[in-house]
């Protein structure tokens, strides 16, 4: 059930609601109670006048929301919050990967975070939040509360893995385009075991197994466990 009338122009909450169907996919193994927090939380750092709509949405669909993306893992974050009417709906055949308008600051800011991963990760964020108010007066929302869902959990990925390339960084957490394949276990393994399997029954095998092709041939077979293996 949708609580949006259908648009054919994206809503202010579009850019918010991509971010925070990023955050529920990697987050995807904890519970929806923890899931419908952190989105809430993110409402907050919306400007004023969007937070009561954010967290309005949050309540009545999150649910809703979150078991279809459970299901739903490969489908793009803009075509779901197109389901949910929070985006306009695309025609297939026009739609193309390119750069969204966070892109280009996220790179930038990958790169001078670098240099101060010594900080404490609140320090860092600050100047974060305070760079996403010298963007263009619309993106310094979707910016902020990228910062606030996603700040802490980039720098943890950004100092383990301080040799990728900053637009690398940017794609995996949904600013930039993602021309590779994201490295992501799980919507890797639904891949290659197709429609019969959810999510839970991939996280029970993947717990079962970890990275023991031998035992992924036991359970699925030679052909699909090489497939699987290869998404570690």
Request: with cysteine.
């Amino acid at each position: 059930m949708a609580i949006f009338t259908e648009e054919k122009q994206d809503t202010p909450l579009c850019a918010p609601c991509q971010l925070g169907v990023n955050l529920v996919k990697d987050y995807i193994s904890k519970p929806d109670a923890e899931l419908l927090k952190m989105l809430l939380s993110g409402c907050e750092a919306l400007p004023e006048q969007l937070q009561a709509p954010c967290k309005m949405a949050v309540t009545l669909v999150g649910g809703q929301m979150i078991a279809y993306i459970r299901s739903h893992l490969t489908e793009s974050p803009r075509e779901i919050c197109a389901r949910f009417r929070l985006c306009a709906r695309q025609e297939v055949a026009v739609v193309v990967k390119t750069n969204g308008p966070l892109c280009t600051p996220c790179t930038m800011a990958i790169s001078l975070v670098k240099d101060y991963l010594t900080k404490p990760d609140d320090e860092i964020l600050r100047l974060l939040l305070n760079g996403c108010d010298q963007l263009p007066e619309q993106f310094q929302a979707p910016c902020k509360m990228g910062v606030t869902l996603a700040g802490k959990s980039l720098l943890d990925f950004l100092r383990g893995n301080l040799r990728e390339e900053p637009r690398v960084i940017c794609a995996r957490f949904g600013a930039c385009s993602n021309d590779v394949e994201e490295k992501n276990p799980v919507r890797c393994v639904l891949k290659c075991l197709g429609s019969g399997w959810s999510v839970e029954k991939v996280l029970a095998l993947v717990a079962k197994c970890k990275k023991d092709k031998a035992c992924y041939i036991r359970e699925i077979g030679e052909d699909r466990a090489a497939c699987v293996v290869g998404c570690f």
